[in-house]
């Protein structure tokens, strides 16, 4: 499977209502939602499904052959979180902004936002999270951040769409924390030959 980081054009946004989390401390607690929640890409033998809370990829597959974690919390709660305005952790989980102190927790709050469906094809989602009230108190910027995934055969493509829309500077980190079963997980028992050394994730940046 490769990963590929790219940059896409803007679009017009839809409403989507807001949804409650579960958090422990400033971790955030993965839990599943509904299907209506859930976005259904395919190409060619490859399937992916992305939820709208956090514009998080929950599972990439081809047949019953499943490469992305399951979020088993026993180990680690979540698929492939969405970091964005920060990655990592701030020190004392706050940071200053034109004189003023805002408290942010680690890797920032997108994966707790419920994010906009503003495109949708066969094949290519495009989802958006504009600043709002619970943003603001965190980070005092006005933005339109996006985030795109694409398959095309066997690849699938995640971009991330930063837009200022003030006109002061604005400073921000965004990325990909996402999760791989190696070997991957099918229903079938894993086949001897993989293994580690087997697997291989390219990054492409442009």
Known sequence: ???VCLQQPRHELLLCRHLKLDTEASFLVYR????????TLTAADLTAKVNLLGAQLTSLKTGELEYLWQAD?????APAPVLF???GTLKDQKTLIDGISYQMHKHG???????E???HSADRVVLALRDNLRTREQ???SFLFRVAFRLDNNSLTTSYICRNLGEREMYYMAGGHPAFNCPPQSASELRAADRFKNRCLEFEYS
Not at 32 to 39: A, C, L, V, W
Not at 73 to 77: E, I, L, T
Not at 109 to 115: N, S, T, V
Request: charge should be negative.
């Open 1 to 3: 499977v490769k990963v």
């Open 32 to 39: 599943k939602e509904p299907e209506d929640m859930e976005i």
């Open 73 to 77: 919390p026993a180990f680690w709660g």
């Open 85 to 87: 305005p920060t990655i």
């Open 109 to 115: 709050f997108a994966r707790e936002e419920l994010f």
């Open 117 to 119: 469906l503003e495109e």
């Open 139 to 141: 980070y005092p910027y």
